[in-house]
């Protein structure tokens, strides 16, 4: 029955198409708006490194101001700051007590490309350890990252990204090759593919949804030259002294700090460790606030950084808002529709149909128009996303597509979304009494 | 076969009470042909509803086929009015945009028949009727005599136990009516019961009974026996 149903509901919708198309328009402008929504809130909320992102802590540990009043976390403690110092992130780099150990930061250096004619160009860096790329697994064009070996023995090397490597040696494999960064040489030792977390899960300090960084190069090297520091850095006491050797020595915090944990004991193990270590630091001086250290996986770190913004979320609440009033207007259809079809209702229960059979029936035809809504409302769906994109280039540009779970969504959102608006037209449809209709013809 | 005892039905509308039966009682033979008459609000249609399960009644006692069909569910009325019962209306009630083919379908579709079976069954009565050679029409690519005969045809497709017509030649011409009715009264012959409401006493002539309705009640010695006359029609 169900393909005649299709059947018998495809014909209704041909029967009254200024009516259907009514319909199918409203619930599509409900949904073209609220998926517009859903997709951003979707992507920004969606979990970047879903294959280890349980694996993957942001370590915090509060070195901070004994009188500081931060706001209260969601779990009623204090909320360490989001950043280490770089005293902390080098004793944690040292003591190597997680599986893997990333301390990093973001940079601009400026790239002086071979060519005679071409200009130099600054790019985005990150200052990071080997780890990183197997960390976050990072996927690879040519070569690989550096070695540990590379960390330690202030090794210029660099990885670039795609589009830098296109830029600057053409897509060919640069691997063995130099770049000029900052009036030095670095060796390529690799470069990764298209690289775009969404959110930058590891590094939501700066622009958690801006774009992965241009190169990669070691974190002690960035030091080593005092390269530039791009992002956040705050500091709750001056440093004891001038000069860059005194801001390394100070309690300013400008570096993330991620650790791999691959299960409960080596994460309660990293805990235990990180107490130890500020009690240890609490000795000498440091660490004048009550023991806090945190260790958040990638989810909840960016649940605590507010990656979706609260914006973001009453927007939402908004589009789905709008989405029940077109699901009311389609209800009004509905009943049009229906009531108008009163006399081939009571024709097909004199003729045998039951209420259940013309309620499925009318439910199908419901369901048809939902798709079309759903359809036509992801095609509005592109629309706002484009139109998004065209006025918030830079803030959301990597907001904006549309993968299979939200096409599903829209389309299972819309047939949904016109079942429920279907449910009292069609009960009151089937309450039409045949006899009256009959006589009155 | 069926058998009505005192039935009653009452509308009620706020404080108003309208009586479009009081205590109608009647018996129907199987294979009858009985012809109801009355004039406008005497209650012809409503006794027709309530034989046809479309209605449901206010008392008294309703039998089919031996069965008291006083309280049946929606979806056992429903099996009822599928499997025995066939109606044929004035205005024909065809669905406009099927073709014939699937206008007769309707009800085969309802009663969970197979494709085959209801492909045979609807190939059948359309031959019966005269029509077969025009099941991929539309109804509205036929005449008026030509759609009741459809209509007709699909009361018929489910091989009822009765035919209920309400008023079956009220929107033909007279040569158009006189063909539809020897088109009932071939059913009949052919053993399928049938109740038929009209205004016209020549048409109700030519059913084996004729029962005659006034306020909602048999007229009495109304009810009487005639000879079918399809012979002089």
Redo the contacts between chains.
Sequence with gaps: ?FS?YLKLGW?SI??NPLLSALMIAAIAVGIGASMTIITVNYVMSGNPIPQKSDQLFYVQLDNWDPNWDPNDSDDGNLEPRDQLTYLDAMALMKAGKAYRQVASNRTGLVLEPQGEDEMPFSVDTRNTWSDFFPMFDLPFIYGSGWDDSADQNLERVVVLSKEINERVFGGENPVGRSVRLNGMDFRVVGVIDEYQPVPKFYDVTNDAFGEAEDIFIPFNVAVEYQFPRNGNTNCWKKPDGDGFEAFLNSECIWIQFWAELRNDTEKQDYMDFLNAYVAQQKEIGRFPRPINNRLSDVMEWMEKQEVVEDDAQVMLGLSLLFLMVCLLNTIGLLLAKFMGKS??IS???????????LFVQHMIETGLIGLGGGILGLGLTWVGLRGIEMLFEDIVKNLVSLDWVMVVTAIGLAIASALLAGLYPTWRACRI???TQ??I? | MLSMQNISKVYRAGLVETHALREFSLEVKEGEFISVTGPSGSGK?TFL?IA?L??SFTAGRFELDGRDVSALS??ES??V???KIG?V???F?L?P??NLFDNVD??L???GFSAAERKRRIEKVLETVGLASRMKHLPSQLSGGQQQRVAIA?ALA?EPRFLLA?EPTGNLDSHMAMSVMELIAEINRNGTTIIMVTHDPALADMASRNVHILDGRVSNGAAETRVARLATA
């Design positions: 029955m005649y014909l041909r029967r006399t081939d024709l097909r229960r004199a003729l045998g149909a039951s209420r259940s059979s009494a045949p006899a009959l006589k013809q | 249609t509803n046809g479309l209605e929606d979806s429903s099996k009015r599928n499997e109606f209306f004035q205005s009630n669905i945009d099927l309707v009800p579709r309802y009663r699909r489910g309400d």
